[in-house]
């Protein structure tokens, strides 16, 4: 019993350690890599990287698909379902997609 208590507080410890969120963009660093997203009053910075899971609707897209919409004209507007570890954005949803 105690085995299986430790395995379950052990289990709420390690999915609190990863947050998602629907974030606004408010700018992107191609050069570096790094999204800046507005969620409420709070700004914060992350970074993408090759690792970043990419999902366009309930299909799985590219980074560059990411990358794409995160350089057009609205992308300021753009709101994003994200999942973050250790200042880098590990999965994104993007909404939309072709119909």
């Known amino acids: 019993m105690r085995k299986l208590m430790s395995a379950v507080v ?5 999915a609190g350690l990863v947050a998602a969120a629907e974030v606004m963009v408010v700018k992107y660093d191609k050069e570096k890599k790094e999204v800046t997203v507005k969620e409420g009053d709070k700004e914060a910075t992350y970074t993408i990287s090759d690792k970043t899971k990419v999902m366009v609707g309930d299909k799985e897209g590219k980074l560059e698909d990411l990358e794409k919409r995160l350089t057009s004209k ?3 507007k753009m709101k994003l379902d994200i999942t973050t570890d250790k200042g880098a954005i590990t999965e994104v949803k993007l909404k939309g997609g072709k119909k």
């Open 10 to 14: 052990v289990l709420f410890l390690m």
């Open 74 to 76: 609205v992308a300021n």
